[in-house]
């Protein structure tokens, strides 16, 4: 500032007041707030130079303007020292810088479990052949899991052997064939559906056998069904499952609720029938039971069984999982050891 005048450091005072105010507002950073220092308050700064500016004021002006330019100092310090502490404490409260450059963290991906996988795949084939899917309940009363399947009495499946029973009536279903009595008495035919689930048995617990596992039932009713057609179907599943190359046969068999009925073995395909551990040497696996829904659980339905036929067939699940994946042994299944389910 060359010429001083009281006039011009007057207006000088009152421009660097209004440009305090406006910056300290701006101050958002602590790199702004040492600008903001550096600018206004450091030794060569704005309100120094004012300072500077009023030693060539005539003597009797020095003391007013002296007074003035203290003033304007302190307003100066004043703001500065608010908004140092206003952006040292929103940086403290800020979190920490991010390293965008660190790798991510890979989360645990689960998988479905061996079971379900295996439980997909049937499902998928039997969907693709136009059956639907049902589900029933695993807690069932005697009833539905015998009665109305034409189990008599005194049937040795009743036994405590093979049923944990609830209570006198009320039972873990020990097939998924009572969804067929349940799926009858909800539909009229045609039916073409897959049950597939969960059922119980109170076996000795082993490396081969649990006392749980899992089955997927089919039923097929409708005018006209025949036994050719449930043989034409379960060797469509059969191929398309375990491979085009497995040999079959079916072996006469008896089930209360199918009559005739058969089971059904494949060759062995881990060995291709040579015979190993898993198939016993014998070459051949038994995959399912199966036969044509007697007239009697018709009759117990309200179908007429004189105008419908049809076909039902029941496979187990956990043992063709086992086999797909070399597992050799069924209690794995049902532990839940992560370090087991892992792997697949
Ligand atoms: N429910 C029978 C079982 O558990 C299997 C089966 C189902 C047989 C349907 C015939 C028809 O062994």
């Known amino acids: 500032m060359a010429q ?23 101050v958002a950073t602590q790199a702004d707030a040492e600008a903001f220092r550096i600018t206004f308050l450091s030794r060569n700064g ?32 004043g703001i500065f020292a608010e908004a140092a502490a206003r952006v040292e404490s929103a940086a403290a409260a800020a979190p920490s810088q991010v390293d965008l450059t660190l790798p991510g963290r890979t989360l645990p991906a689960g998988s479905l479990h061996p079971v379900t996988q295996t439980l997909n795949e049937i499902k998928s084939i039997f969907v693709a052949m136009g059956f639907d899917i049902a589900n029933g309940p695993e807690i069932e009363d005697d009833y539905h899991n015998f009665e109305a399947l034409n189990f008599h009495p005194n049937h040795p499946a009743r036994d405590m052997q093979d049923t944990f029973f609830v209570s006198k009536d009320v039972l873990l279903r020990t097939h998924t064939s009572p969804v ?14 897959i049950m597939p689930g969960r059922v119980y048995r ?35 599943f059969a191929k398309q499952f375990y491979g085009n190359d497995i040999k079959y046969k079916f072996r006469p ?18 060995c291709k029938g040579k015979g190993c551990r898993i198939c016993k040497q014998s070459g051949w696996l038994e995959v399912l039971g199966a036969g044509m829904v007697h007239p009697n659980v018709f009759r117990n339905v309200g179908i007429d ?21 070399g597992i050799n042994d069924i209690r794995l299944l049902f532990e839940n050891d992560v370090r087991f389910l892992r792997q697949f």
């Open 4 to 26: 001083i005048t009281a006039q011009s450091l007057h207006t000088a005072i009152y421009v660097l007041r209004e440009e305090l105010a406006g910056a300290v507002a701006a």
């Open 46 to 77: 704005k309100v120094a130079s004012l300072f500077e500016a009023m030693k060539s004021l005539p003597g009797p002006d020095k003391p007013v303007f002296g007074k003035k330019l203290n003033e304007l100092k302190h307003y100066a310090e």
């Open 180 to 193: 067929q009595i349940r799926t009858m008495k909800k539909q009229q035919p045609p039916i073409r559906t």
């Open 202 to 236: 109170n076996e000795a617990i082993s490396a081969r056998s649990y006392c749980t596992f899992h089955q997927v039932e089919g039923l097929f009713v409708d005018k006209h069904v025949s036994f050719s057609e449930l043989k034409g179907t379960l060797v469509a």
């Open 305 to 325: 069984p004189e105008e419908f036929t049809g076909y039902a067939f029941g496979m187990g699940v956990d043992r063709t999982a086992l086999l797909r994946h």
């Open 253 to 270: 068999s008896y089930f209360p609720f199918t009559e005739p009925s058969l089971e059904m073995d494949i060759s062995c395909f881990l």
